[in-house]
Nanobody, 119 residues
Framework: QVQLVESGGGLVQAGGSLRLSCAAS????????MGWYRQAPGKQRELVAT???????NYADSVKGRFTISRDNAKNTVYLQMNSLRPEDTAAYFC?????????????WGQGTQVTVSS
């Protein structure tokens, strides 16, 4: 089994910054793509950013130029640096990882961390 644990969420004023972390542990042979998604109340979960094992990145248009995704493969950890935060960034942020366990590749999700941006 694989666990993803997020941290770093909180309350911040508009224009501020937060850094989210997500550490994977358990039966891991290799982690392929990792990513961050978010879900605001009453809305569907949406992609924020993804990063491949080769550190290729992809961002939602709404966060381009403000958020940066990165990963530390030695620590099985993915980060999301969020700058110039806006009230519309308020949501629960979820970590996602495609993990090869040595026999199969499965998708895993973290439990989520809340980000609240006040105006």
């Amino acid at each position: 089994q694989v666990q993803l644990v997020e941290s770093g969420g909180g309350l911040v004023q508009a224009g501020g910054s937060l850094r989210l972390s997500c550490a994977a542990s358990g039966r891991i042979f290799r982690i392929n793509a990792m990513g961050w998604y978010r879900q605001a109340p009453g809305k569907q979960r949406e992609l924020v950013a993804t990063i491949t094992s080769g550190v290729g990145t992809n961002y939602a248009d709404s966060v381009k130029g403000r958020f940066t995704i990165s990963r530390d493969n030695a620590k099985n950890t993915v980060y999301l640096q969020m700058n110039s935060l806006r009230p519309e960034d308020t949501a629960a942020y979820f970590c996602n990882a495609a993990v090869f366990t040595g026999s199969v590749t499965k998708e895993y999700w973290g439990q989520g961390t809340q980000v609240t941006v006040s105006s």
